[in-house]
């Protein structure tokens, strides 16, 4: 059981309709459960410092010009592309599901027209087999079968000794990407999102959990 002291620094931001953050501090006033409030506020002093490393001072920078040049006008896969010039990325890499090969490889041509070197690997990279890791056959997608594992960490090491500079995400499962993020050595940005069930469209989910998907709502 939590104490009062410790439910009182739970993160809530998802239920905030004031949005205070937006707007210049001392502006508006801050939800009580709001992080930015007095006492609450160590984390993000320690997170401001870090602005002050100039290589995380450059990303902020690219990314926020990145947002103003395209906002609300270009898609996804062309502010990758401004991103990656403006940090001086010119040989980017593609971690890609096996499943989404097609997609990776529509990029490819998309970037490489653009004047960018471009690394793409699959993520059955290596053929590690699924029992090698410790899985057992029930838990397989198909048991009695042999089926690769998925290998995130590969993918990162290649693409590192590829030397690309900025990693772009295509497709890969939910965990494997988690691992991929971890291990790459390049920044990582996502232009694919996998869900098989909405066609690469997590957020429908979300948006029909009143109705087609109202049993993510209930309890498994």
């Not at 653009?114 to 410790?134: A, I, L, Q, R």
Request: hydrophobic fraction near 35%; proline fraction near 4%; glycine fraction near 8%.
């Amino acid at each position: 059981m939590r104490d009062d002291q410790e439910a009182e620094l739970e993160l809530k931001c998802s239920l905030c309709r004031v949005q205070a953050c937006r707007h210049e501090p001392g502006t508006q006033a801050y939800p009580a459960f709001c992080p930015m409030t007095e006492g609450h506020t160590e984390a993000l002093q320690r997170a401001r410092a870090c602005y002050d490393d100039s290589q995380t001072r450059r990303v902020a920078l690219a990314a926020a010009r990145t947002e103003a040049a395209g906002y609300c006008h270009w898609p996804r896969v062309q502010e990758i592309m401004d991103f990656a010039r403006r940090i001086g990325a010119s040989h980017l890499g593609v971690a890609h599901c096996i499943g989404l090969a097609y997609e990776a490889d529509l990029l490819r041509t998309i970037l490489e027209g653009n004047g960018f070197t471009v690394s793409t690997v699959c993520c059955k990279v290596g053929s590690v087999s699924k029992e090698s890791v410790g899985l057992l056959d029930d838990e397989k997608v198909h048991p009695g079968a042999f089926e690769v594992l998925c290998n995130p960490v590969g993918q990162a090491e290649l693409l590192k000794e590829a030397g690309t500079e900025l990693n772009i995400a295509v497709g890969l499962c939910v965990g494997h990407d988690s691992l991929f993020f971890q291990h790459s050595y390049a920044p990582v940005t996502v232009l694919v999102a996998k869900d098989r069930v909405t066609g690469h469209n997590p957020v429908a989910a979300l948006y029909t959990s009143h109705s087609y998907y109202r049993r993510l709502k209930q309890k498994d």
